[in-house]
């Protein structure tokens, strides 16, 4: 199953803010935790997470650093800020708000056509 | 090796990203780590070298598209192409040596306009409160017309100038006195304002286009200078030619050649600085490097004199006015440092010279102030002290934040956008105090 492009645009933040705050990450380690967490059905095009992770760094949300690899790379880590945290904690709140609305509207989707109609 | 054609299909993918002006070099290193990991993992389930990196450069995107998401994020490395790249296609044809008439046209009207304030009108004071007035619609017109300005800004833009013009003009100034002298020299802090607004099309809130302005006013200062030597060179020569043969160059010097050589070299290097950005962006770091440490070292020589003289109610009133110039300066440093610095780049030791620098000058304008209020509370007030006391109060307070943010940034608990945008917020409040001294000054105090 492909995941609709804005979907998937609109949850980028949250879902890499709440990776990072499990702990610190490189790039690709968030974007396999991010397969992990979806079962392999949410597919970013790799190269989009940079520039995302750079404006959520310019936003203060996260920092980074540069380390270096076990194979003696160049590699930059993420971590979650305070104001991260908060940022997480407001997307969190309005994410519940959108699925429990989206959890009703299934709800009464999943009636046969004839019941709805008496509803509407 | 067993992969070198792998490492050469990779070296060749990076010299391919890095043409990316948008993509920096520690970008591309961050990508590489990123591929490199893909690569493995696939090479891990079985796949050769040869596919595993293709399986890598698809997962990676389309470059086109991610070099644009990265332009979105990082606008600043592309800021002197975009300056660059026409508004829309249709204006694609536009011939570039329109763009350089107008320039040139405006650079003459400039001058035309200095020649003739120096022609008709009477009398070195009145001349100086105008001399602002006559240059710079020239410079904010290239603006307005570069940035095709709505109507509501042109209005926003020439309302203030038109008062300032009817304020400057028929205010009964004393001659020689010191509210005319405080007009003069605050009066174009106002003027540059609005030149801003023009500069950044209107968007005047935008954080990003206040700091560009900031960059463009340090640039311009590069450009200019180097113009005014290029300039007085060739005219030294020349002087030195024509004395040979016997004639002389002043009077023409005097009366022609700078009434429009410096007006006009002004609107020239706003020109230089939207075309060939380029070109200075590679020494304005390089600039700020050296001169924050001589800086530095100015001003603790200044501090060491002053505490060495001793009686601060002693002090000359010269030295005071002087000393507000330095601090003024090393704003400027500041702020043009700030603009030419990339804001994620980590907290390094050039950003403790700055605080250095910051804390240097706080204590140098302290002494200030202790100087002034001894002096006031000895001879008085006047409209000299009163407005070297409000600048001196409003760098206080600029400075005391910008080193209590530069703090909180080497410490990594805040951005370095924080304190970017503490310095564009915080300066319109310059020229709202400049426009407090040239509107209500003269009247309170008589117009003395």
Redesign the interface.
Known sequence: MRIDKDLVAASATPLVLGILSDGDLYGYAILKRVGELSGGGMQWTDGMLYPLLHRLERLGYVSSSWGTSEAGRRRKHYAITPAGREAFADRQEQWTVVAEALRQVWHTAQRPPAVAQGWA | MEHAELEAQIDRWRGYVQRRQAISP??V??????L???VADRQATGLDDEEAFLVAIK?????D??SR??A???SDRLWKQLVLMPEDPADAGAPPWRELAIVLALAVGAGLAVKAGLTWIEGGGVLARNLGLLVLPFLTGYFAWKRQLSARVVVGILVPFAVLAVVLNAYPFASGGSTELLAVLHAPVVLWLLAGIAYVGGRWRSDGRRMDFARFTGELVIYFTLLALGGAVLTGLTFAVLQLVGADLEPVLENWILPFAIPGALVVAAWLVEAKQNVVENIAPVLTRVFTPLTIAMLLAVLAVLAAVGGLAEVDRGLLILMDAILVLVLCLLLYAMSARN??A?PGVFDVLQLVLVAAALAVDAVMLTAMLTRIAEFGFSPNKIAALGLNLLLLIHLARTGWLTVEFLR?R??F??LERWQTRYLPVYALWAAVVVLAFPPLFGFA
């Not at chain 2, 290193?29 to 990123?34: M, Q, R, S, T």
């Open positions: 520690a970008d290193d961050e990508l590489e780590d990123h490199r990991e893909q997962r990676l995107g389309n470059l598209a991610v998401e990265f979105r994020e990082h804001s994620l980590p990594g805040r951005p956008t924080a």
